[in-house]
């Protein structure tokens, strides 16, 4: 029997990482239909990724993470993406959890890596309700509920907010203190897993809360002029690592139209293949565009992130309000595309055993997601381009 090759965890290069992501792009096509009925990524799944790597990207160097930049999460994503959605949504929201841990001090990393630099955290920004905390000796009890929490099924710990008095803090707290509540019954992104998480007065040790208004606006509570990834902009972090998803199942849609073209003909027509349609043929070039623009918007957000913290060069508001509105265009086009692509492939597109159903209903609903849809962003970055605040319509800039 063979055993599997052992992975180098020193710190890769953007390649090789890209590499290791499209190494197990057939293996993600190939579970994405059982991914999706089951609600949740398969165990080998998971387990691939992890191995492979691909949660470490956020993870500080010294705790034996590669600490690497938003440009190789984007492009990472975007590949894994190209197999399964969903396996991409879960690896992108993992590392942005460990970005935000990662802003903590020392000792709140140390308890998340310091026995697994492959620990995984998941992200939950959704103000909850029920969310309450209460002051103790030494930190915080908190209980509520957090819905959507992508990830959830795969974590070691989770980030979550709650409030503490007039503010809302960051939480860390391990997965094995909370639990979870099955939730997520929807019709796209069903692997994500994205259920609610359960808090029933855990405590907080006071190292593991942060202030979370004053990290959205770049504040640091621990200056490291040593790893300038946690200079990085917190919003076009939480904005980029759910665009790869998308991308790659875009990507995927079009690889897959365009391999069955020339033996599909067209009904009620005389093609007896899609190629020979000049119809079809703008059709497929329209939706490669429209692919090709979202790639540029979510990569012009990844490098202005990444240059930013590279020179420890604090984003402005138009600036971020613009990454705002870059992301909502990626989404927006990469819908548009598979719409597009849909149509030209034909009714059995819609057919069960057909993966661009799958492709369809993940990004009619990833693309919806409340960072992106509800016109929020075009508003954001209008009133930024007519000089007036565009904080009074939303934080998250």
Same mark, same amino acid.
Request: hydrophobic letters at 40%; charged letters at 25%; aromatic letters at 6%.
């Given at each position: ?79 894994? +993406? ?68 992508? +990830? ?12 503490? +008095? ?7 707290? %391990? ?38 208004? %004053? ?102 508001? %138009? ?79």
């Amino acid at each position: 029997m063979k055993t599997a090759p052992l992975i180098d965890h020193s710190v890769p290069a953007h390649d090789e990482l890209v590499e290791r992501a499209a190494a197990l792009r057939e293996q993600l096509w190939e579970d994405a239909a059982e991914t999706d009925k089951n609600r949740r990524l398969p165990d080998r799944g998971i387990t691939a990724i992890t191995d492979a790597g691909l949660i470490r990207l956020m993870t500080p160097k010294r705790l034996g993470g590669y600490e690497t930049d938003v440009r190789n999460v984007l492009d990472v994503t975007t590949e894994l +993406g190209r197999g399964c959605g969903s396996s991409a949504w879960v690896t992108g929201v993992l590392n942005s959890g460990n970005f935000m841990a990662g802003l903590f001090p020392d000792r709140a990393r140390d308890d998340v890596w310091g026995d697994n630099p492959d620990a995984r955290t998941a992200l939950m920004l959704v103000a909850s309700p029920t969310a309450a905390s209460e002051p103790v000796d030494g930190g915080l009890l908190v209980s509520g509920e957090w819905g959507y929490a992508s +990830g959830s099924l795969h974590c070691d710990w989770v980030a979550m907010l709650v409030p503490v +008095g007039d503010e809302r803090h960051m939480v860390l707290a %391990p997965m094995s203190e909370l639990s979870v509540k099955d939730t997520w019954f929807v019709t796209g992104m069903r692997g994500t897993g994205s259920n609610t998480v359960l808090a029933d007065k855990v405590f907080v040790p006071r190292h593991r809360t942060m202030p979370y208004m %004053p990290v959205v606006e770049g504040e640091r509570f621990t200056p490291r002029p040593d790893e300038p990834l946690y200079r990085s902009s917190v919003s076009g972090v939480l904005q980029v690592f759910l665009l790869g998803a998308m991308i790659g199942e875009a990507q995927a849609a079009l690889a897959h139209v365009l391999e069955k073209a020339p033996r599909r003909a067209i009904a009620s027509s005389t093609y007896k293949a899609q190629t020979d349609s000049v119809p079809f043929q703008i059709d497929v070039a329209d939706a490669a565009t429209l692919i090709d623009t979202a790639r540029f918007h979510a990569t012009r957000i990844a490098d202005t992130v990444d240059r930013a913290a590279r020179l420890d060069e604090p984003l402005d508001v %138009p600036a971020r309000a613009r990454m705002r509105m870059d992301a909502a265009n990626t989404a927006r086009k990469c819908r548009e595309a598979v719409d597009l692509l849909m149509t030209a492939h034909g009714t059995s597109a819609f057919a069960e055993f057909s993966p661009l159903q799958r492709i369809w209903r993940n990004i009619s609903m990833g693309s919806r997601h409340g960072g992106f849809g509800a016109r929020i962003p075009e508003e954001v970055y209008g009133k930024a381009l007519l000089g007036q605040d565009p904080r009074q319509t939303s934080y998250l800039l």
